[in-house]
């Protein structure tokens, strides 16, 4: 018996090394490939380590991109994006999963196939409606669409759905609202999923490309994501520089996650909460 769980646990943490080296991988690559030269980004067979670290590649993707001005976009809008659509997702959650209406079971699977819609196919309807607002190449147009995710109001609900019904019906009998309830109550209950959910939406906002790069044009609105892109040239990219600026734009996260860790591995068990 004991042979037979320590053969199960060898493979189950092969399975895992194996999966974690293919993850790990492209990350050491990129960090490699920004402290090498542009030939030595051509070489075939690959060249894994460079001769000399080349600490300019940094240096000049600084001094072609205005990196302090993207910064400054992209935590105006990941921040944005988030602290709101943390109060408007928890908000729809708690009606979704603790207040009984007529049609509720109904509103909320028409939210949940929202989910099915491939971002692609709103693209051009919501161009054309901020378009006609005059919000292309505002900050109102990178966060005003992505106030409410479905996914985290799903994603919430679960988690009140697990809360005690004894502190709801205390609550009512106390005489509060409604609001009070979600309020006073249930919102500092959600700490732990608020911190889950806030780190998958600063994530995705940190790292969306598309909308962004589709909404704006004028370098004092842009975001790093959008920044990074230029570096891609229509006959040729310098690999080095493009590596070297998505380091600078990386590290953020990677900080934010080594803080936040214990949070984000709670938020991926909280998404198994049974409905």
Not at 29 to 45: H, N, R
Not at 169 to 177: F, K, P, V
């Amino acid at each position: 018996m004991k042979t037979r769980s320590f053969g199960t646990a060898f493979i189950i943490y092969l399975i895992l090394s194996v999966g974690s080296v293919i993850m790990v991988v492209p990350f050491i690559w990129m960090v490699l490939t920004a402290f090498k030269t542009f030939q030595e980004t051509l070489v075939i067979p690959i060249k894994w380590f460079p001769d000399k670290l080349q600490f300019g590649n940094f240096r000049e993707v600084l001094n072609r991109l205005n990196f302090g001005r993207y910064y400054f976009n992209t935590i105006l809008v990941t921040v944005s994006i988030t602290v709101l659509q943390a109060l408007f997702c928890t908000m729809a959650a708690y009606g979704f999963g603790r207040i009984k209406f007529p049609g509720r079971d109904v509103l909320f699977i028409i939210l949940l196939s929202m989910l099915m819609i491939p971002q692609e196919m709103t693209l051009i309807p919501s161009f054309v409606l901020l378009t006609r607002l005059r919000w292309v190449d505002t900050y109102l147009a990178l966060i005003v669409p992505n106030l409410f995710s479905a996914y985290g109001t799903f994603f919430l609900r679960q988690f009140f759905m697990g809360l005690p019904g004894e502190l709801e019906e205390a609550a009512i009998i106390d005489g509060t609202s409604r609001w009070g309830i979600y309020w006073r109550i249930f919102l500092p209950l959600s700490g732990t999923a608020l911190a889950a959910f806030g780190i998958f939406t600063v994530l995705w906002a940190w790292n969306d490309l598309m909308w962004p790069l589709i909404m704006t044009s004028r370098e004092s609105v842009r975001v790093l994501s959008v920044g990074i892109s230029t570096l891609v040239g229509q006959y040729a990219t310098r690999n080095h520089w493009l590596m070297a600026a998505s380091v600078l734009a990386t590290l953020p996260m990677i900080v934010l996650f080594i803080i936040l860790q214990k949070q984000f591995i709670a938020g991926v068990a909280i998404t198994g909460i049974k409905a």
